[in-house]
């Protein structure tokens, strides 16, 4: 397996660059794994696509204003991308600008001091600020987004998911955004349900893998949350036979993350027979799990995921789950089809 077995000819008029209005009104391209067969669906229709008992797992994890500008002693302006709390006052954040030392000293615009206390790799670096950065956020910062967009966003909201609670993302976990809250009234109203995660997301999550063998390929850790009532949810769901759906890669990896620490109960019954049952328990803390096809999936059933990058560890994630040459066909079909891919793309739903 080779890092350019992941690989693919996107052409730049299919990387869209402004959302869809209504949300919902994106397309969304149904593959079934059993059968291989494709249906070209939108995702309002998502609804006929489910079943009674079904659980989405959702990420609702909220995008923080990471991009902020500080100044040089000498005036010179720097801009950092804000990517991970330590604490209270240290963040890890991508640092553009040259001369930049280790102890070297930026002031925020209409912002705090900071001090550079460590290269880590690439240009990250570790920052103390002289106080709480976040009291800061509605004045200085600005909604990150990804590079191959380039139109202005009007609207900051429409880079976040309308469930988004729990601020700490430096991206927005985007197979989210088709969700409008009314499509979810409808989907609970006809028996799908929902519970929430948490995966705070980094950059290095959407990074293309660079090493020849993907195996060698370092995934940064992010924190991520499965608390105590998706759990249960999940549990139930399974013991009633419905389908565990993640939206998005982010639910997926923790999903699995939280899989890893899951118990099988043996009970015996008055008839002296073993009931084996699979059941997942909570967990809160850092993964930096790395699905690459040959991975036995242990808590997802389906997904609903964008399109995404060449030679990214999320098209390795999606392969991992409906194989490789699937996944390659379908996006060919998919630009052969005019959808839109990436951040404000259209989705998939994989069953």
């Known amino acids: 397996m080779n890092t350019s077995d992941f690989d693919y000819h996107l052409p730049p008029s299919s990387i869209a660059q402004t959302p869809l209005e209504p949300r919902d009104s994106s397309r969304l391209l149904v593959l079934h794994r059993d059968s291989d067969q494709l249906e070209h669906?939108?995702?309002?229709?998502?609804?006929?696509?489910?079943?009674?008992?079904?659980?989405?797992?959702?990420?609702?994890t909220r995008v923080i204003p990471a991009r902020i500008f500080a100044r040089k002693p000498t005036g010179g302006?720097?801009?950092?991308?804000?990517?991970?709390?330590?604490?209270?006052?240290?963040?890890?954040?991508l640092v553009g600008g040259k001369g930049l030392r280790l102890g070297s000293?930026?002031?925020?615009?209409?912002?705090?001091?900071?001090?550079?206390?460590?290269?880590?790799?690439?240009?990250?670096?570790?920052?103390?600020?002289?106080?709480?950065?976040?009291?800061?956020?509605?004045?200085?910062?600005?909604?990150?987004l990804p590079p191959y967009i380039h139109e202005k966003l009007t609207d900051p909201e429409r880079y976040q998911t309308v469930y988004a609670r729990e601020p700490g993302s430096a991206a927005a976990p985007t197979a989210g955004l088709h969700f409008?809250?009314?499509?979810?009234?409808?989907?609970?109203?006809?028996?799908?349900?929902?519970?929430?995660v948490t995966l705070h997301v980094g950059l290095d999550t959407f990074a293309p893998v660079t090493e020849e063998n993907?195996?060698?390929?370092?995934?940064?850790?992010?924190?991520?949350?499965?608390?105590?009532?998706?759990?249960?949810?999940?549990n139930e769901t399974k013991r009633l036979g419905g389908r565990v759906i993640a939206v998005g890669t982010t639910s997926v990896r923790t999903l699995e993350t939280a899989g890893r620490n899951s118990i099988v109960d043996n009970s015996i019954g008055e008839d002296r027979?073993?009931?084996?049952?699979?059941?997942?328990?909570?967990?809160?803390?850092?993964?930096?799990?790395?699905?690459?096809?040959?991975?036995q999936f242990k808590v997802v059933d389906a997904m609903i995921t964008?399109?995404?990058?060449?030679?990214?560890?999320?098209?390795?994630?999606?392969?991992?789950?409906?194989?490789?040459?699937?996944?390659?066909?379908?996006?060919?079909?998919?630009?052969?089809?005019g959808y839109r891919f990436y951040s404000f793309g259209d989705a998939m739903l994989i069953l």
């Open 41 to 60: 669906r939108i995702f309002r229709d998502l609804g006929g696509l489910l079943r009674p008992n079904d659980l989405l797992i959702l990420n609702q």
């Open 214 to 234: 993907p195996k060698t390929h370092k995934i940064h850790t992010e924190w991520c949350q499965l608390p105590q009532a998706t759990a249960d949810a999940i």
């Open 180 to 196: 409008t809250p009314r499509l979810m009234d409808e989907l609970q109203g006809s028996g799908v349900k929902f519970a929430y």
């Open 306 to 337: 964008n399109f995404h990058l060449p030679k990214s560890t999320l098209i390795m994630l999606v392969s991992a789950f409906a194989g490789r040459e699937k996944i390659l066909e379908t996006y060919e079909t998919a630009i052969r089809e």
């Open 273 to 295: 027979i073993a009931n084996t049952e699979y059941r997942i328990s909570p967990f809160s803390g850092p993964t930096s799990i790395y699905i690459l096809p040959g991975y």
């Open 105 to 144: 000293k930026l002031r925020v615009e209409d912002g705090p001091e900071l001090t550079i206390l460590e290269f880590l790799d690439g240009a990250e670096r570790l920052l103390l600020f002289s106080e709480p950065i976040e009291p800061y956020f509605p004045k200085v910062g600005n909604v990150p």
């Open 77 to 93: 302006r720097v801009e950092l991308l804000l990517l991970r709390r330590r604490d209270l006052l240290r963040w890890e954040a």
